[in-house]
Structures are given as structure tokens and as C-alpha cells.
């Protein structure tokens, strides 16, 4: 395949940055998207050339770090995947692809195509933590009940990899998918109980201080997340900030 790479180069946070565009060739459709442009880096560090910075770690789906906004969408094309999923048979010989950095005010660019994501970190540190003592005196899980259907919804919550899909989608920048998941996750399982008014007030709190917009119910964020995030946990949340509001 030969394509054309519309790629946002940016040196640093000062930097105004632009599109640069780059040709390249050799690209086998069964290549991730993340090997395309690693065969685009090597070609450019023969040259001489600066290559382009970008986020990666497992290349697995888990971590979530390769975010890129990929012709327009979070994460490239395809549904249910990170960018590192993203194969280029979904591309066609004699494409031209553009590729962005995720835009929020709360995920500033770093480099080129990497931006910093640390506001998430410091969500859940305001709030994602149980104090139930589980080290020294650990029991059999089985002697907490837990409703099945409250299980699975909390696994289906803890899903969420923090990759900011849902922000770089939002028209608003909005993290209240990503907050809801991390919320519900424990919101819903007894261990969780003990701090579940301090969480959802802390964690909502400290999405705000970051800069994320507010959520519109667009649902643009549930379709582009990688890991399928309902929306009802946007709905959870809300619920469970009202009802501390109130306790509080």
C-alpha cells in the first residue's frame, strides 16, 4: 500500500504546531496501525529526520496509551479497538490519513502526537480507593454477597482503560464517561459503600478543577469508546452525586 500521512508534528506545549505530510509505501494491510507508523519513524531516522513522537505501551488494548485522533475519529475507523488494534486493511492503497493528538483543554500536547493525560491520574486519586482493610486480614471473597447482575456490571464499568476517547470525542471535552466508569466501579459492589459519598463529590469536584466540559447527552462518547462503556454510568453518577449533594 502507499499512502499519504497528514501528521500533526508539535515540539512542545509552546509550540504552535502543523500538519506535515509525509508519503510513504511498503505497508502491508495485516500491519497495526502503530507499525505503520513505526515503519514511518525508521525511514525518517535514516533520513536524518526527527521521528514522530507518539504513545505507546502494550500494544494490546489494556493500557490505552496510543490514543490518536485518526481521519477524524478517536482511535481510527474501526469500532471496538485502540489505535495499536487498528489494522491497516481498513485503509485503502492511495489513501490519505490524518493524524491528530487527542484535543481537550485538560490533555495538553506534550509532542507531536503525545499528550498529557495526567488529569485522569489525579481524578481517581481523589476518589478511587476503598479503605476496607484487605491486606493482613484477608477473607474469602465469597463471604461478601454480591448480586450477580451488580458484579457484572461493576467488571463491565472497570473496563474503562482511561484512553480519553470519550474527551476527544465530546464536543465539549467532557470526562463524565470515564468518571462515571471509575465511580461505578465501585459505586456498585459493597467494599465500595464505605466512601461513596466522599468519591462521587471528590471525583466530580476534580473533573472540574481539570477543565472538562460538561456532559450533553450526545452519546457520541459511548460509540468511539474502545471498550464500550455505557452511558448508564453517566446516569449512575449523576444519581449517586445528587444523593450525597443531599447527604452532604
Known amino acids: 500500500m502507499k499512502l499519504t500521512l497528514k501528521i500533526w508534528r508539535q515540539k512542545n506545549a509552546q509550540d504552535k504546531g ?21 515503519v514511518l519513524n525508521e525511514g525518517l531516522i535514516n533520513k536524518g529526520e526527527e521521528p514522530v513522537a507518539f504513545d505507546h505501551d502494550c500494544r494490546e488494548g489494556i493500557c490505552g496509551m496510543c490514543s490518536l485522533f485518526i481521519n477524524g475519529e478517536a482511535h481510527g475507523p474501526d ?18 490519513i490524518f493524524i491528530e493528538p487527542f484535543r481537550a483543554k485538560a490533555f495538553p500536547v506534550i509532542k507531536d502526537l503525545v499528550v498529557d493525560r495526567s488529569s485522569f491520574d489525579r481524578i481517581q486519586h481523589a476518589g478511587g480507593f476503598i479503605s476496607v ?8 471473597a465469597n463471604t461478601i454477597p454480591v448480586n450477580k447482575d451488580d458484579a457484572d456490571k461493576s467488571f ?21 464517561l470515564f468518571v ?24 466530580v469536584h476534580q473533573m472540574d478543577l481539570e477543565g472538562f466540559g460538561n456532559c450533553t447527552n450526545t452519546g457520541a462518547c459511548e460509540i468511539e469508546c474502545p471498550k464500550g462503556i455505557s452511558l ?4 449512575r453518577m449523576n444519581r449517586e452525586y445528587l444523593a450525597a449533594s443531599l447527604k452532604g
Not at 183 to 193: H, W
Open 232 to 235: 448508564e454510568n453517566i446516569a
Open 156 to 176: 463491565d464499568a472497570a473496563a474503562c482503560i482511561g484512553c480519553g476517547a470519550c474527551v476527544a470525542t465530546c464536543k465539549n471535552s467532557s470526562a463524565m
Open 18 to 38: 502543523g500538519i506535515v505530510e509525509y508519503p510513504i509505501d511498503g505497508i502491508e494491510p495485516d500491519m497495526s496501525f502503530l507499525e505503520m507508523l513505526d
Open 79 to 96: 469500532r471496538g479497538v485502540t489505535t495499536c488494534q487498528l489494522h491497516m486493511r481498513m485503509f485503502k492503497d492511495g489513501d490519505t
Open 180 to 203: 462515571s466508569a471509575k465511580v461505578s466501579q465501585y459505586a456498585l459492589l459493597p467494599q465500595g459503600k464505605v466512601e461513596a459519598v466522599d468519591r462521587v463529590l471528590n471525583m
Open 133 to 140: 482493610n484487605t491486606s493482613g486480614n484477608t477473607i474469602d
